[in-house]
């Protein structure tokens, strides 16, 4: 036990497969453990590296082993499939994690709070509600379009078909009436639970005061915020903001050599859900930069004036995440130059 450097681990639900390495590199072991084994063995070993794959249950792990005195290196998957040797197994994958977490410019991803989880959780909650809601009113849309019974997309839409449904004048058949009043239900209770988590989140963003501060960046609400709070690492762990933008996958793909410098559209790696409300919040200031004819914001006034919109939706997405990055670093709230 106290000749181990680091313990790799390939994480699951019930069976873990653990690989030992010595002071020198070598392999100790590498077995199969039980979930009230690995327990154990964390709380038993004496402090060193716990490499983990950057996955599902790996910070709650993480936090297990960093109350043990452990040191705690989360990989990306990404980064640990080219050590994988032939044959993909569990005995490989621990292996190829303790290859990927020895080597010395590795990159490695900050285990997460359960406060950052609990934020993380409401948050998924509240898009997976949203979702739900879109597809029961998409569904009520095309059952009574059979019918004659036509409405615009969207919640809004919805008393449309509402009235439709109790008109005794329409020609719609009484199981398909119940039918609707049970999608109707169903949507109602919905947008009353979204509606509650969202003035959960304007709440926060009114008390939190790094929400607060994320929300005076136009095109940044507190869904944003909120996102932003709960996905985002550290900031202060990145050395600018144009690492930060990167790290959400706002900057072009490269595919340079030779000296040949060859850029192509977004990389779109990095956090998924940041980056697409980055996207739709600048879409939203787009928007309202044409219906008005300008902008006090000459470097947007111009972007869109020479580029198509999502063009420009990206690259201003690019802005607010360097902006997030700024006022989050120096503190300070947003101030147009």
């Avoid at 402090?47 to 989360?74: D, F, K, P």
């Amino acid at each position: 036990m106290t000749t181990i450097s680091m313990l790799a681990i390939d994480l699951a639900k019930g069976s873990f497969q653990v690989c030992a390495i010595g002071l020198d590199g070598a392999v100790l072991y590498n077995r199969v453990l039980s979930r009230t084994r690995l327990t154990n063995l964390l709380a038993e070993q004496s402090a060193c590296v716990v490499a983990m794959e950057a996955c599902a249950t790996s910070h709650y792990w993480g936090r297990v082993a960093q109350s043990h005195g452990h040191e705690v290196r989360l990989v990306p998957a990404v980064y640990v499939k080219p050590f994988v040797k032939r044959q993909k197994n569990d005995k490989a994958d621990a292996e190829a994690i303790a290859e990927a977490a020895s080597r010395p410019t590795m990159r490695f991803v900050a285990v997460k709070s359960a406060e950052t989880q609990g934020r993380a959780v409401a948050f998924r909650t509240h898009q997976c509600l949203v979702r739900q809601r879109t597809q029961l009113i998409n569904a009520l849309r095309g059952h009574l379009a059979e019918f004659g019974l036509v409405a615009p997309k969207g919640p809004a839409s919805l008393k449309v078909l509402e009235n439709a449904l109790a008109d005794p004048a329409s020609d719609v058949p009484s199981p398909v009436r119940e039918m609707g009043a049970i999608y109707v239900e169903q949507i109602a209770r919905l947008t009353e639970v979204i509606g509650r988590l969202a003035e959960e989140l304007e709440a926060a963003s009114r008390t939190d005061t790094q929400l607060r501060r994320l929300c005076t960046i136009p095109g940044i609400g507190p869904v944003t915020a909120g996102a932003v709070a709960a996905f985002a690492p550290d900031l202060a762990t990145f050395d600018s903001g144009r690492n930060f933008a990167a790290w959400l996958g706002l900057v072009p793909r490269q595919r340079s050599t030779g000296g040949k410098t060859r850029l192509g559209s977004v990389s779109k790696m990095g956090q998924t859900d940041i980056r697409r409300l980055l996207i739709v919040g600048a879409m939203s200031v787009i928007r309202w930069v044409v219906r008005k004819g300008g902008s006090a914001n000459r470097w947007l006034a111009a972007l869109v004036m020479r580029k198509p919109k999502m063009v420009a939706a990206v690259a201003l997405a690019n802005k607010m995440a360097r902006m997030i990055w700024a006022l989050t670093t120096k503190e300070q709230d947003y101030r147009m130059a």
